[in-house]
T-cell receptor, first 110, second 115 residues
Framework: GQQLNQSPQSMFIQEGEDVSMNCTSS?????WLWYKQDPGEGPVLLIA?????ELTSNGRLTAQFGITRKDSFLNISASIPSDVGIYFC??????????FGTGTSLTVIP | DAGVTQSPTHLIKTRGQHVTLRCSPI?????VSWYQQVLGQGPQFIFQ???????GRGNFPDRFSARQFPNYSSELNVNALLLGDSALYLC??????????????FGPGTRLLVL
């Protein structure tokens, strides 16, 4: 199945720094979702995007739906230790099936 | 309100055996999707069910099957297990199938180990 390309693959940052990650696809999507997954658990929804160009925030997290509809971006401001985890993007153009990215592993150093 | 629940949490099987995984969606949600997540990768779509009918199928062999019950809970069945079926199996619940406003919420997953 199709997988979206996420970058970077992993990040090691100092507590308090800002984080940026992105996700690209060869296909156009109508919906972009961002999830965070802790080891051994299911992904937890962070932000949902439904319109090209849309910018949505959830606390320290901000995500954008790319104008081309083939990409999306997630920013985390002022990172804290509990931000550690794997971040996945997911895209859909039908509502029936979501394609997931390869994941970005985030480590926050206190 | 309870979120998506899955059972069992962990399971160990041997090659050739059959396994049944169960999922209960969020109350009021009518759609259930199943995903397979191999260690180190993102989830891969297996099936989606809505109103007890299959509405989507990923690139998985016929050994994988699923069904949805009148109460919207769902089962995923895998026959003739292979070592490569070892993975975290995730169930996702959504209210409807109306794109593009659809959002999926995941359960904690069932970790399957095939020996």
């Amino acid at each position: 199945g199709q997988q979206l390309n996420q970058s970077p693959q992993s990040m090691f940052i100092q507590e308090g720094e800002d984080v940026s990650m992105n996700c690209t696809s060869s296909s156009i999507f109508n919906t972009w979702l961002w999830y965070k997954q802790d080891p051994g658990e299911g992904p937890v929804l962070l932000i949902a995007l439904y319109k090209a160009g849309e910018l949505t925030s959830n606390g320290r997290l901000t995500a954008q739906f790319g104008i081309t509809r083939k990409d999306s971006f997630l920013n985390i401001s002022a990172s804290i230790p509990s931000d550690v985890g794997i971040y996945f993007c997911a895209g859909s153009n039908t509502g029936n099936q979501f394609y997931f990215g390869t994941g970005t592993s985030l480590t926050v150093i206190p | 309100d309870a979120g998506v629940t899955q059972s069992p949490t962990h399971l160990i099987k041997t090659r050739g055996q059959h396994v049944t995984l169960r999922c209960s969606p969020i109350s009021g949600h009518k759609s259930v999707s199943w995903y397979q997540q191999v260690l180190g990768q993102g989830p891969q779509f297996i099936f989606q069910y809505y109103e007890k009918e299959e509405r989507g199928r990923g690139n998985f062999p016929d050994r994988f099957s699923a069904r949805q019950f009148p109460n919207y809970s769902s089962e995923l069945n895998v026959n003739a297990l292979l070592l490569g079926d070892s993975a975290l199996y995730l169930c996702a619940s959504s209210l409807t199938l109306i794109a593009p406003q659809e959002t999926q919420y995941f359960g904690p997953g069932t970790r399957l180990l095939v020996l």
